[in-house]
């Protein structure tokens, strides 16, 4: 047995050591790179991969050479464990109290609610002490002053991709003050429900110290990075998830005392979910389908059905009345339709098609124009119609939905390369879980690999026909882990019979051994992950001071000679609203973004604030109107006026920020400028 573990640890560290060989610039570049060229990020990720595997493989190596050079050390490794474990207990007694220790263990047996709801308030506290929280994406930002009315001058219940049910609320909150983030608040609350249910889950066994192992883990892995860059996507399958494993737990106990409104509750807790974002809370059903057959056959419970159905039912009203709330508004309504044609387009691997020269005949379209919509410069009502996105999506048979298996090979080594990382922490707690299951070890590899299979499943789907972006992808690698973690809690729940047989020497020693490897890597994933989160954390904070300084540079430079404030014209993401502090004041700077919220009833609001029919003219012939987006995007703008509105203009940039990225640019008339040059 000591050979053969050796010879294992051995194996896997002239694997890492030769992915570490492997693994160069100049490899992934001449395999995997379309033109044999990588930047310069791409280059130093590289370089970090290469390093981790290097220390893992030595330290397997390390292992291998201790174990067969000690061979007792595993056995007095495994004495003086259990020496400290027994001394910290006798400790913590001594200090404590028996009684104390014994009143806290009655206390989560008869309340594990009150305590999960306690424990929950004071990581988030802590949480709020310590860190300094952003937005994911900038989606969220434009979602918050949407419904903040920020851009149309009022609150509105229309959140575009969340229930009008959140909307309502929100706008209710923000005629009561428009000074707080409810936005924001709304998401860390669904967050702090879902976790407090969870801890519930995990406090509400009768082996609470690997259920708790397993929760911390998923709080300190996924759900510290999950609040510390949060977005709605990940928040709706947080929720989602929490609410099938309550109605998994509840279904689970053997007890007639579950309350009547558990049930209820963790459909309510689902459908929330959904309400954040329908798509999320199905690809949440969907990873837990494999938990959700496996206690369905255990116990045979009825309740399980039932609260699926009641979940749907209630989700698929919400998304009724959504429907109704849009149709009963011609300007909405108009948009809900364009934006569903528009977002199969930029979501779906159709965009790389779109430059092909039968399509463009199809719909009239050139090179620029067709660059204009991808890069989202699309404001033109003919040009970039209803009908010719339609024509896109249906009637022309040229175009490809779906990226070859070659293609979407290298787009999933892109996306999940990126978040490896959480790769490693995933085979981390998988194989701890698998060490902790006190019954049967072949059912939990069977059950997790079905979960595993899936989500790989959903993964290459995701890949092949649409996008993975990092607030998809690690929400469901948490929904891997969180299904790995109620395996092994409802693997230790009562029913199941323990086997208490002696272990033999070799046995034992196997075990130390895969202990001492299990503890080497979780430390590292734990010093890597937490470097990694302070890093975060920094990067918030120096996000958010960048913002600040933006803001003020926007207002002192940019004046305007009309009683609004100078309009800016924000091209795609060139306005990092993410970067905003999500708990002060929201911005005052007036803005037209051009991206998904095109031609949105708030949109059109600014545009006929500021009185303005054409924003290409707008920009060349208005003085307090400016563009903001990235200098290669200028050549697109300038192509695009001379094709269809036959003017020269050229670019003035008026504001470079390099913290932030953003560019602030006045267009001019190119003959407006010769004839001033010529006076002078």
Not at 641 to 659: N, P, Q
Request: charged share 15%; with cysteine.
């Amino acid at each position: 047995m000591k050979i053969i573990a050796s010879l294992v640890l051995l194996i896997s560290a002239l694997l890492l050591i030769t992915a570490f060989l492997l693994v160069t610039p100049t490899f992934i570049a001449n395999h995997l790179s379309p033109d044999n060229h990588l930047d310069d990020n791409t280059v130093l990720r590289i370089y970090e991969v290469r390093g981790r595997a290097l220390v893992c493989g030595g330290l397997a190596v390390l292992l291998s050479g201790v174990i067969v050079l000690f061979p007792q050390l595993p056995d007095k490794i495994s004495k003086l464990s259990k020496r400290i474990c027994d001394i910290s207990i006798s400790a913590s007694r001594s200090f404590l109290g028996h009684k104390a220790i014994v009143r806290a263990r009655a206390i989560c047996s008869h309340h594990p609610f009150r305590v999960a709801l306690l424990l929950t308030a004071l990581m988030f506290g802590l949480f709020a002490l310590v860190a300094t929280p952003a937005y994911d994406t900038n989606d969220d930002g434009a979602m918050a002053r949407i419904a903040s009315g920020r851009y149309s001058g009022e609150p509105t219940e229309f959140l575009i991709f969340s229930s009008t049910l959140i909307g309502q609320i929100l706008k209710r909150l923000y005629d009561l003050s428009d000074r707080i983030n409810w936005y924001a608040l709304y998401l860390y609350s669904v967050h702090f429900i879902s976790m407090t249910v969870l801890l519930y889950i995990f406090l509400d066994q009768e082996r609470r110290g690997r259920s708790l192992s397993a929760f911390l883990l998923l709080f300190i892995f996924f759900e510290l990075y999950l609040l510390l860059r949060v977005q709605f996507t990940s928040t709706s399958v947080v929720a989602a998830q929490s609410g099938v494993l309550l109605m998994l737990h509840l279904a689970n106990k053997q007890t007639n005392k579950v309350p009547l409104f558990a049930f209820p509750a963790a459909a309510l807790l689902i459908v929330l979910g959904g309400l954040v974002r329908e798509e999320a809370m199905f690809l949440a059903l969907l990873v837990s389908l494999p938990l959700v057959v496996f206690v369905f056959l255990r116990t045979r419970s009825k309740a399980i059905p039932i609260v699926i159905a009641l979940a749907l039912l209630m989700s698929l009203g919400a998304g009724q009345y959504d429907r109704y709330r849009y149709s009963r508004d011609d300007g909405w309504f108009a948009y809900m339709e364009y934006n569903a044609a528009r977002g199969k387009i930029h979501d779906s691997p159709i965009a790389k098609n779109v430059h092909e020269e039968t399509v463009l005949r199809a719909v009239g379209w050139s090179e620029n124009d067709a660059a204009m919509f991808i890069s989202w410069f699309f404001s033109d009502r003919e040009i970039y119609s209803k009908d010719k996105l339609e024509t896109l999506l249906y009637e022309f048979p040229g175009t490809d939905k779906r990226r070859t298996v070659s293609q979407t090979w290298a787009y999933l080594q892109l996306k999940i390369g990126r978040q490896q990382r959480y790769l490693w922490v995933t085979l981390f707690i998988f194989l701890l879980c698998l060490v902790l299951t006190p019954t049967n070890k072949l059912r939990f590899f069977l059950r997790s690999s079905v979960v595993i299979v899936l989500a790989t499943g959903v993964c290459c789907y995701l890949g092949f026909t649409a996008k993975l972006p990092p607030r998809v992808l690690i929400p469901m690698i948490f929904l891997v882990n969180a299904s790995f973690a109620y395996l092994l809690v409802e693997d230790a729940s009562p029913g199941r019979e323990i086997s208490h047989r002696r272990s033999r020497h070799h046995q034992g020693f196997a075990k130390t051994s895969i202990a001492l490897f299990l503890i080497t890597l979780g430390a590292y994933l734990a010093l890597s992950h937490a470097s990694y989160l302070v890093d975060l954390n920094r990067a918030n904070i120096h996000h958010n001071q960048a913002f600040m300084t933006l803001m003020s540079q926007l207002a002192d430079g940019f004046q305007s000679h009309n009683q609004e404030p100078p309009l800016f014209v924000c091209w795609g993401a060139a306005y990092p609203s993410q970067w905003a502090p999500l708990f002060h004041l929201l911005d005052e700077v007036s803005l037209l973004p051009l991206g998904w919220s095109t031609h949105s009833p708030p949109w059109e609001a600014t545009m006929r604030r500021y009185s303005i029919d054409n924003v290409y003219k707008a920009l060349y012939e208005r003085d307090d109107v400016f563009l903001m987006c990235s200098p290669n995007k200028i050549k697109l703008l300038e192509l695009f006026v001379k094709e269809h509105l036959g003017e020269d203009i050229i670019a003035e940039c008026m504001l470079e920020d390099r913290a932030t990225n953003v560019y602030v640019y006045k267009m001019h008339r190119l003959a407006n400028l010769s004839n001033q040059s010529s006076v002078q």
